[in-house]
T-cell receptor
Framework: GDSVTQTEGQVTVSESKSLIINCTYS????????LFWYVRYPGEGLQLLLK?????QKGSSRGFEATYNKEATSFHLQKASVQESDSAVYYC??????????FGTGTKLQVVP | EAAVTQSPRNKVTVTGGNVTLSCRQT?????MYWYRQDTGHGLRLIHY???????QIGDVPDGYKATRTTQEDFFLLLELASPSQTSLYFC??????????????FGAGTRLSVL
């Protein structure tokens, strides 16, 4: 089946520094996947951060952005300047046409002063 | 405000015990899902449903039953709980548009411990 890979289990970044969290989406069939980034704050459920439905499209929200590169199958999450309030767990998700979402293993972001 | 509500938030049971996790959504979505979240595995789909009385299997259905009684309510049943089912469980709802799954809306999760 389709798979989503996040390589970093935990990332520590200093406040005001830049962030990149890697995600790759691999589909077993040709299609037009919807790609998502979700965020989970302590004690809460996952909530949508951003999504894209077209290759080359950029999604953005709260200073985060991600672009789906179909050739590289990548959908990395980036932010130019992180804040302490961004500390959370980030999940990459992907759903090809006709299938339900698969998720990466999640990346815990810790922003330190 | 549209929401997905799970109960209980925490549950402890013993091996062989009977557990029911409840989920209610007020999003008017047709689809509902049960995921489990484990360190190193991310979220894995157990069961899902596209309407009352319907049930579909996900990627990790073994040891779980589920039932969708209404459009709003979806239950996950563990009839003979095992320690391997200790996990954080999330319920979610969504719509599908043009054959593709849309954004998932999640509950806050139920933490289950099987001793």
């Amino acid at each position: 089946g389709d798979s989503v890979t996040q390589t970093e289990g935990q990332v520590t970044v200093s406040e005001s520094k830049s962030l990149i969290i890697n995600c790759t989406y691999s589909a077993t069939s040709i299609g037009y996947p919807n790609l998502f980034w979700y965020v989970r704050y302590p004690g809460e459920g996952l909530q949508l951060l951003l999504k894209v439905i077209t290759a080359g499209q950029k999604g953005s929200s709260r200073g985060f952005e991600a672009t789906y590169n179909k050739e590289a199958t990548s959908f990395h999450l980036q932010k130019a300047s992180v804040q302490e309030s961004d500390s959370a767990v980030y999940y990459c998700g992907g759903a090809n046409s006709g299938t339900y979402q698969r998720f990466g293993t999640g990346t815990k972001l810790q922003v330190v002063p | 405000e549209a929401a997905v509500t799970q109960s209980p938030r925490n549950k402890v049971t013993v091996t062989g015990g009977n557990v029911t996790l409840s989920c209610r959504q007020t999003n008017s979505h047709n689809y509902m899902y049960w995921y489990r979240q484990d360190t190193g595995h991310g979220l894995r789909l157990i069961h899902y449903s596209y309407g009352a009385g319907n049930l579909q299997i996900g990627d990790v259905p073994d040891g779980y039953k589920a039932t969708r009684t209404t459009q709003e309510d979806f239950f996950l049943l563990l009839e003979l709980a095992s320690p391997s089912q200790t996990s954080l469980y999330f319920c979610a709802s969504s719509e599908w548009t043009g054959g593709s799954q849309n954004t998932l809306y999640f509950g806050a999760g139920t933490r289950l411990s099987v001793l």
